[in-house]
């Protein structure tokens, strides 16, 4: 993984709005090396922004956040070139990430058949398991997942936890925001709901 120092991502009081909307406030958590938490909470209820806000896209209204190490974000932008083939898009990724091993995980993800396919031309499943790919073979620390188990069967939600749980066994930190339930040992949860301010949940 990128950089010697021990993992760490933790927020403090965080808050975040959507205009003029408080979404959440009062956030606190703490994960280390090894950690592993699971974000619920409703369509609207701020997990994607949580997780914009932890990847440091968008600022926060209110409290902090602090990491150490690197963080790869892994949501419906895959940032690969749609117009490429899929084996092309992803090689421009692995020069920049210096990645000298790239096709352990495109195995492991079921993505060589469709090395010569176009970005454009992929599934919503197929799309997260690149993005998926990408991110592993960065070798970042602190994982941030949005909804990454949406479009697969059974099988690619089988290896993509399988995936994540070997990141985190690793010593690595896995922040997965899901509506799906996470095969993943001393995994803990974080309910968006009791931070959403009074008005907002009577609303």
């Known amino acids: 993984m990128q950089g010697s120092a021990t993992p760490s991502l933790s927020s403090k009081d965080l808050a975040c709005r959507r205009g003029d909307r408080v979404l959440f406030r009062g956030l606190s958590f703490d994960l280390q090396a090894g950690d592993a938490m699971h974000v619920t909470g409703a369509n609207g209820t701020g997990k994607t922004t949580l ?3 932890l990847a440091g896209l968008i600022t926060p209204y209110g409290g902090s956040v602090v990491s150490e190490g690197a963080v790869g974000l892994l949501d419906e932008r895959t940032g690969l070139d749609p ?3 899929l084996g092309t898009a992803l090689h421009f990724w692995e020069s920049v990430d ?3 091993d790239p096709f352990a995980t495109f195995a492991l993800l079921g993505l060589e058949p469709l090395l010569d396919v176009p970005v ?3 599934s919503t499943g197929q799309r997260k398991r690149a993005g998926l790919a990408a991110l592993v073979n960065r070798k970042v620390p602190i994982w941030l997942l949005d909804e990454p188990l949406s479009g697969l069967d059974a ?3 089988d290896q993509v936890t399988a995936l994540i749980s070997q990141h ?3 010593g690595g930190i896995a922040l997965i925001a ?3 339930p996470l095969a993943i040992g001393e995994l803990t949860t974080l ?3 009791p931070y959403v301010p009074a008005a907002e949940t009577a609303s």
């Open 98 to 100: 210096r990645c000298t």
């Open 83 to 85: 117009d490429q083939p």
């Open 191 to 193: 309910a968006i709901e």
């Open 178 to 180: 899901s509506h799906q």
């Open 168 to 170: 985190v066994n690793e």
């Open 51 to 53: 997780i914009r806000a």
């Open 155 to 157: 099988r690619a939600i």
């Open 120 to 122: 454009r031309y992929l």
